[in-house]
């Protein structure tokens, strides 16, 4: 049997509960549920704090997980990243009131406020810089105000919160994180886990891609075909009006309406757009 955990509460919780539903598994109808059984994929969640997931993965007591890559480090547990989800991207920066430092370097001797302790030692450590970490829960931003420390290191969107502090980001990024598979280091894979592997980078592709239908001349096909290379090469098939051919391919939704221009241009007519629920390649 399978042994998951998954989310129970913030911004990772709800994503990761829809990705698994949309990859064929059972999800609580109550947020209250802390366990579920999912008899007909033998498969068990468990619904934990986030930032305990990757302790419990890495003890092997649970199979896989989905978890943040800041939370994953910040943990230390011996648990590492299997496949990343296309979710809940977030970046650390450092932030201080503006001159106060410039870089990591000018943090020696100062004081830094942050909930992630294990991100930001192991990032002053490779950067040879010996600095005091505070460490908080939750949000950080009223530490330098209130004089507990000198800078903070926290997930910055718009810094919008940043800027009313009376702060300002410096140095780069600490981290780039998202939302991952992990189980547990040197684990081997086991055909469950390959199963929800697959399962889940079909509902990412589906989310990606789009199927595009259209007809073009048949003097036009390559050219078409240049713009719709799909993933491995596009259906192409004869209709019955000669001269003419249909052609079907998967195509980035990102890129639907640029792909859709060049085709017109080219002399594609009766071009549709339809959804992908779910896939495997």
Not at 150 to 155: M, R
Not at 157 to 172: I, P, V, Y
Not at 194 to 204: K, T
Not at 262 to 281: K, M, N, P, Q, S
């Amino acid at each position: 049997m399978l042994r998951i955990a998954v989310p129970n509460k913030g911004s990772l919780s709800e994503p990761s509960c829809q990705m698994l539903a949309e990859a064929g598994y059972r999800q609580r109808a109550d947020a209250r549920e802390l366990v579920l059984f999912d008899a007909e994929n033998e498969t068990e969640f468990f619904f934990l704090r986030p930032r305990d997931i990757a302790v419990y993965v890495g003890s092997g007591r649970l199979d896989v997980g989905i978890t943040g890559v800041d939370l994953l480090r910040d943990s230390g547990a011996p648990a590492e990243s299997v496949l990343s989800l296309g979710f809940g991207e977030s970046t650390f920066r450092f932030a201080a009131r503006p001159g106060t430092a410039a870089g990591v370097g000018d943090l020696a001797g100062k004081r830094v406020a942050t909930a992630y302790p294990g991100v930001v030692r192991s990032y002053l450590a490779r950067h040879g810089v010996q600095a005091e970490v505070i460490v908080l829960d939750g949000a950080v931003e009223t530490a330098v105000r209130l004089d507990v420390a000198d800078a903070i290191a926290d997930v910055v969107s718009t810094g919008t919160t940043l800027r009313n502090a009376g702060l300002e980001t410096f140095g780069e990024a600490l981290l780039t994180s998202e939302a991952v598979l992990i189980r547990r280091r040197g684990a081997g894979a086991t055909p469950p886990v390959e199963q929800l592997i697959r399962r889940l980078q079909g509902v990412i592709i589906a989310r990606q891609y789009v199927l595009m239908d259209y007809d073009i001349p048949d003097e036009f096909v390559e050219k078409a075909v240049a713009i719709t290379p799909g993933i491995e090469s596009p259906t192409v098939s004869p209709l019955h009006e000669r001269g003419w051919s249909a052609v079907r391919s998967m195509v980035e939704r990102k890129r639907i309406n640029p792909v859709m221009d060049e085709l017109w241009a080219i002399g594609a007519r009766a071009i549709i757009v339809t959804g992908i629920h779910a896939c495997r390649l």
